[in-house]
């Protein structure tokens, strides 16, 4: 089973600014990866699949990158919905199926 | 508009079995590529994946819970429903189906439902 490992987990960013989530994978998952926002009370909400292309109707300040075992969400100019839990998802090796612990995003 | 609903009982005893009922709109799992999985999360938890089936009847499972899950469709309902056997309170969490189409999406499961929490408790 792969293990997805999220960092920081929490992060503290005042609006306006950028904020940078990691996520690292046991192994490599090529770009086999998703992101999702969760906020509280709410079921997630998918961001980014493919590592890098947003989802339908996802803002563009939404950005993901990376391959292999290191990825990363850049969330540029911070609003204030924006303040959630983010999870990473990996999707080449399964089942399962492997969520990361998640990254709460919150005001600075 | 896709939309996925979950039901079932909130509260459930040790040792018992639990089914989940995720009615859907906007899709159908008959369609080449879509499927529809469970995904719980405990209180203050993250996600963890359970089982997923998809349009021509396969299954997947999440082998460390393989042994208690069942996974089943009715097309023509429009449902998914999930069986877990022998529950015990660390199964309590909200559950949540979700859709996947890989043809929109990949394996992100761009659909969801409000989800529903099951409490495990004697």
């Known amino acids: 089973e792969i293990v997805m490992t999220q960092s920081p987990a929490t992060l503290s960013v005042s609006p306006g600014e950028r904020a940078t989530l990691s996520c690292r994978a046991s192994?490599?998952?090529?770009?086999?990866l998703a992101w999702y926002q969760q906020r509280p009370g709410q079921a997630p909400r998918l961001l980014i699949y493919?590592?890098?292309t947003r989802a339908i109707g996802i803002p563009a300040r939404f950005s993901g990158g990376g391959s292999g075992t290191e990825f990363t969400l850049t969330i540029s100019s911070l609003q204030s919905e924006d303040f959630a839990v983010y999870y990473c998802?990996?999707?080449?090796?399964?089942?399962?199926?492997?969520f990361g612990q998640g990254t709460k995003l919150e005001i600075k | 508009q896709i939309t996925l609903k979950e039901s079932g009982p909130t509260l459930v005893k040790p040792t018992q079995t639990l089914t989940l009922t995720c009615t859907f709109s906007?899709?159908?799992?008959?369609?080449?590529?879509?499927?529809v999985s469970w995904i719980r999360q405990p209180p203050g938890k993250a996600l963890e994946w359970l089982a997923l089936?998809?349009?021509?009847?396969?299954?997947r499972y999440s082998p460390s819970l393989k042994s208690r899950l069942t996974i089943t469709k009715d097309t023509s309902k429009n449902q998914v429903v999930l069986t877990m056997t022998n529950m015990d309170p660390v199964d309590t969490a909200t559950y949540y189906c979700?859709?996947?189409?890989?043809?929109?999406?990949?394996?992100?499961?761009?659909?969801w439902g409000q989800g529903t929490l099951v409490t495990v408790s004697s």
């Open positions: 192994q490599s998952v090529s770009s086999k």
């Open positions: 906007g899709f159908s799992l008959s369609t080449s590529g879509v499927g």
């Open positions: 998802q990996q999707y080449n090796n399964w089942p399962p199926y492997t």
């Open positions: 493919g590592a890098s």
């Open positions: 089936i998809y349009w021509d009847d396969d299954k």
């Open positions: 979700a859709h996947r189409n890989r043809a929109v999406a990949e394996h992100g499961f761009d659909y």
